[in-house]
T-cell receptor
Framework: DAKTTQPPSMDCAEGRAANLPCNHS???????VYWYRQIHSQGPQYIIH???NNETNEMASLIITEDRKSSTLILPHATLRDTAVYYC????????????FGTGTRLKVLA | GAVVSQHPSWVICKSGTSVKIECRSL??????MFWYRQFPKQSLMLMAT?????????EQGVEKDKFLINHASLTLSTLTVTSAHPEDSSFYIC?????????????FGPGTRLTVT
């Protein structure tokens, strides 16, 4: 079973920040949090990942709570092209590093 | 960099026939590739882990004799759906990890849509 839970859907106005939460309360100390998104009928696209510290790249920011039981993906200025399903995944620290996808959040950016 | 391709992008086959889907890592080597299937409006479900030069590891409930996986080189894994039936119609997606990198994210292919008539 997936180790993450996310709200099924969210709306965001174009140009505003989109904040997507993820709960991973059973995460262990050396497991990473990864975020991907899937635009309709395409393969998932990597966005960002982190372990303990907050991370930022050209696509998004990742905020991980101090207890690591939850995280938030922030798209600072959402555009219509950000409409997608966003998946939060906990990556095991060793072995095959396989992903177990949860149900994800369907983000709809509104004009 | 880190591009994964799949072929074909879509395929229609008749019930009872077999169909092969290819997954290639174009600019990196992948000792491990993963195969997923996705039904409409559902999440990705991991089917199996494909290991170069050895047998694939299948997830619980996935029939290994129906979904044959071959990972004969560091850049190619194939999934063959044998004796396909309409219920096998789905979106099949592969992913790969660059084993030479210290980064662990998986790179996903664009997917293959299989329709069994």
């Amino acid at each position: 079973d997936a180790k993450t839970t996310q709200p099924p859907s969210m709306d965001c106005a174009e140009g505003r920040a989109a904040n997507l939460p993820c709960n991973h309360s059973t995460i262990s100390g050396n497991e990473y949090v990864y975020w991907y998104r899937q635009i309709h009928s395409q393969g998932p696209q990597y966005i960002i990942h982190g372990l303990k510290n907050n991370e930022t790249n050209e696509m998004a920011s990742l905020i991980i709570t101090e207890d690591r039981k939850s995280s938030t993906l922030i798209l600072p200025h959402a555009t219509l092209r950000d409409t997608a399903v966003y998946y939060c995944i906990v990556r095991p620290p060793s072995g095959t590093y396989k992903y177990i996808f949860g149900t994800g959040t369907r983000l709809k950016v509104l004009a | 960099g880190a591009v994964v391709s799949q072929h074909p992008s879509w395929v229609i086959c008749k019930s009872g026939t077999s169909v092969k889907i290819e997954c290639r890592s174009l600019d990196f080597q992948a000792t491990t590739m993963f195969w997923y299937r996705q039904f409409p409006k559902q999440s990705l479900m991991l089917m199996a882990t494909s290991n170069e030069g050895s047998k694939a590891t299948y997830e619980q409930g996935v029939e290994k004799d129906k979904f044959l996986i071959n990972h004969a080189s560091l850049t190619l894994s194939t999934l063959t759906v044998t004796s396909a039936h309409p219920e096998d119609s789905s979106f099949y997606i592969c992913s790969a990890r660059d084993w030479t990198s210290d980064r662990y994210e998986q790179y996903f292919g664009p997917g293959t849509r299989l329709t069994v008539t």
